[in-house]
């Protein structure tokens, strides 16, 4: 199985923050990774697919990057409704996905 | 606008069955694979499983395998999954996720999820 290793576990940032989080995969997955925000007591809502590629309607200051083992979700500019929990998945080994553990985003 | 509503959660006791659904609306839903995934209480997301457009390929999670059925009836714009054999492990909020394509990787590429049905498995 393909174990996906998120780091970090939980991050303080300040709004206009500059804020990268870190997904790596045991094994090569090429481009088959998603990024979510789940926010408390909400359902997860894509923000990237295909590792780089923005989801409909979500802002610009987030931005995914990567292939292979290690990936990257970045939020330019934090605004006050980022702050949320953030997972990754991993579905090359389909039917075997895998998310990473998931980041608590909290405000400094 | 993408739309999955799920519904059948409850308490129910260790070993007893449950069948929870999903109503899909604002997409072709015969088009797309389908899925369900859970969230046990302040933990995190785990896959569950899933289904492509045509019920030719199911997966399922280790965790559940032998216990659990998903199904879908696209005449109905429906997904199902029966669970039977319930654990106290299995007590957690079930989402149904939509996915991208019919089947393959891209199939299991979730793009929109409904809002959850809490199942609690305790005696």
């Known amino acids: 199985d393909i174990q996906m290793t998120q780091s970090p576990s939980s991050l303080s940032a300040s709004v206009g923050d500059r804020v990268t989080i870190t997904c790596r995969a045991s094994?090569?997955?090429?481009?088959?990774l998603g990024w979510y925000q789940q926010k408390p007591g909400k359902a997860p809502k894509r923000l990237i697919y295909?590792?780089?590629r923005l989801h409909s309607g979500v802002p610009s200051r987030f931005s995914g990057s990567g292939s292979g083992t290690e990936f990257t979700l970045t939020i330019s500019s934090l605004q006050p409704e980022d702050f949320a929990t953030y997972y990754c998945?991993?579905?090359?080994?389909?039917?075997?996905?895998?998310f990473g553990q998931g980041t608590k985003l909290e405000i400094k | 606008e993408v739309q999955l509503v799920e519904s059948g959660g409850g308490l129910i006791q260790p070993g007893r069955s449950l069948r929870l659904s999903c109503a899909a609306s604002?997409?072709?839903?015969?088009?797309?694979?389908m899925h369900w995934v859970r969230q046990a209480p302040g933990k995190g997301l785990e896959w569950v499983s899933g289904?492509?457009?045509?019920?030719?390929?199911?997966g399922y999670a280790d965790s559940v395998k032998g216990r659990f059925t998903i199904s879908r009836d696209n005449a109905k714009n429906s997904l199902y999954l029966q669970m039977n054999s319930l654990r106290a492990e299995d007590t957690a909020l079930y989402y149904c996720?939509?996915?991208?394509?019919?089947?393959?990787?891209?199939?299991?590429?979730?793009?929109?999820w409904g809002q959850g049905t809490l199942v609690t498995v305790s005696s």
């Open positions: 996720a939509k996915g991208s394509q019919g089947s393959g990787r891209d199939g299991y590429n979730f793009d929109y």
């Open positions: 604002g997409f072709t839903f015969d088009d797309y694979a």
């Open positions: 289904i492509s457009w045509n019920s030719g390929s199911i």
């Open positions: 094994q090569g997955i090429r481009n088959d």
């Open positions: 295909a590792a780089s």
């Open positions: 998945l991993q579905h090359n080994s389909s039917p075997f996905v895998t």
